[in-house]
């Protein structure tokens, strides 16, 4: 799993690669936890978070490609490292 701050702003703030025992876990409580994470760590609150499954085979890749992809919108990209405790 990945998740990341709103895409339409300047800044988008990653988190890191994290294995989550139930993905169908509808309450997606690691959303959440990365939303107060940023807000703690003097980063905006209230903020949109999104978290979407990666694969699996390549995780690192996967937030390679990302981060990329974003910057290639011309985007500030934060990796902040920030995994998810099941």
Do not use: I
Not at 21 to 42: A, H, I, M, T, V
């Amino acid at each position: 799993m990945l998740c990341y701050s709103d895409e339409t702003r300047d800044v988008v703030r990653l988190s890191g690669v994290f294995l989550v025992k139930n993905p169908q876990d509808f309450s997606e409580p690691w959303r959440l936890d990365f939303r107060r994470y940023l807000g703690q760590s003097g980063n905006e609150g209230a903020v949109l978070v999104t978290c979407s499954p990666v694969n699996s085979n390549d995780p690192q890749g996967a937030l390679k490609a990302h981060a990329d992809a974003l910057r290639q919108k011309n985007k500030k990209v934060v990796e902040t490292g920030w995994t998810y405790a099941n």
